[in-house]
């Protein structure tokens, strides 16, 4: 158990809905970072918080949003759905800006769009 | 050209081979190596990480990284079924703050014959 807590663990869905997937850090972890992991395109970054502020972003469609609460857990938040953004998408989370690359990963939350 | 290009396999060992499993990467910038692993409907978690070039060996594992051949590889002694796992590659840039996400290649399904 990583300590890192991501639900819901699966979501179905229609496309044009909007969703919200949450993640609760391990404790004292000051960074979340959100990745999306599909067949074709593997693990890809989304964007990463710090403390609250956004520090990062990677991949990350217009569509998509996320932020980070002063409890430290964070949200993902995706709209507009549409069938290419089934995929996983995990939450993980590191002490400080893992400059060692040690990032501890939720179990995902599995996104169906139909 | 995608950043790290990794194999997917699968790649099927009997148990108790050497197993070595390799990732390419593009960007010379590249400055920290990691492998996960990652077990079915789990997360990924770290298994080692090496800063440069050079070796690491962690019990049953050995990282090498040649960053002349921006070629990275790891070496599983004495594999196991429980090895059985896909191997996620993962690379960073030295940043000053580190406020960057990890680029994964696609990952290399194992499977350890009993």
């Known amino acids: 158990d990583s300590g890192v807590t991501q639900t819901p663990k699966h979501l179905i869905t229609a496309t044009g809905q909007r969703v919200t997937l949450r993640c609760s850090p391990r404790?004292?972890?000051?960074?979340v970072y959100w990745y999306q992991q599909s067949l074709d395109q593997g693990l890809q970054f989304l964007i990463q918080?710090?403390?609250?502020?956004?520090?990062a972003k990677g991949n990350i469609l217009e569509r998509f949003s996320a932020q980070q609460f002063p409890d430290l857990h964070s949200e993902l938040n995706l709209s507009s759905l549409e069938l290419g953004d089934s995929a996983l998408y995990f939450c993980?989370?590191?002490?400080?800006?893992?400059?060692?690359?040690?990032?501890?990963f939720g179990e995902g939350s599995r996104l169906t769009v139909l | 050209q995608k950043e790290v290009e990794q194999d997917p396999g699968p790649l099927s060992v009997p148990e108790g081979a050497i197993v070595s499993l390799n990732c390419t990467y593009s960007?010379?910038?590249?400055?920290?190596f990691m492998w996960y692993r990652q077990y079915s409907r789990k997360g990924p978690e770290l298994l080692m990480y090496?800063?440069?070039?050079g070796n690491k060996e962690d019990g049953r594992f050995t990282a090498q990284v040649d960053k002349s051949s921006k070629y990275i590889s790891l070496f599983i002694r004495d594999s196991h079924p429980c090895d059985s796992a896909t191997y996620l590659c993962?690379?960073?840039?030295?940043?000053?703050?580190?406020?960057?996400?990890?680029?994964f290649g696609k990952g290399t399904h194992l499977i350890i014959q009993p």
């Open positions: 993980a989370s590191s002490v400080g800006t893992s400059r060692t690359g040690e990032l501890f």
């Open positions: 404790s004292g972890d000051l960074s």
């Open positions: 918080y710090y403390n609250g502020e956004e520090r």
């Open positions: 960007n010379s910038a590249f400055q920290y």
């Open positions: 090496t800063y440069s070039s």
């Open positions: 993962a690379t960073r840039v030295a940043s000053g703050g580190g406020a960057d996400g990890l680029t």
